[in-house]
């Protein structure tokens, strides 16, 4: 019986270890790079933990750009934007409620969505 009693406690510990580890995982640095008929671009996406407890996170988002007009690419232009978010772990999504952002987790595959595809390097 004793035995029963410590291995479901053992059981209980890895869950609630694992339920919390997955969101320290949201933090780090996220890339991805996208080209069409009016731009080419970089975009950097850089997740910090700023309340673990209340599942808030500062995101900012960097981006670097080539316009295209008339078959001819422009110089490259640079755009910061910070915010917080606040992330719903059953969803597995960060949200924030000024302008309506969500920032879709896949943390299995350290990707995140946010209108493109942004993989982890960091």
């Known amino acids: ?3 029963l009693k410590m291995l479901i406690l053992i059981g ?7 339920c919390n580890k ?6 780090g640095v996220y890339v991805t790079a996208f080209k069409n008929v009016y ?3 970089n975009d950097t996406l850089i997740i910090e933990a700023y309340n673990l407890e209340a599942g808030t996170y500062h995101v900012i988002r960097r981006s670097g750009y080539h316009r295209m007009r008339e078959g ?6 640079f755009d910061t934007k910070k915010w917080v978010a606040t992330y719903n772990q059953d969803k597995q999504v960060l949200q924030e409620t000024e302008l309506g952002r969500q920032i879709y987790v896949n943390a299995d595959k350290g990707s995140l969505s946010f209108g ?7």
């Open 22 to 27: 997955t969101a320290g995982t949201i933090s």
């Open 12 to 18: 209980c510990t890895f869950i609630i270890v694992a």
């Open 1 to 3: 019986m004793k035995t």
């Open 39 to 41: 731009s080419i671009a």
């Open 72 to 77: 001819k690419v422009l110089p490259k232009e």
């Open 116 to 122: 493109a595809t942004y993989q982890k390097i960091k």
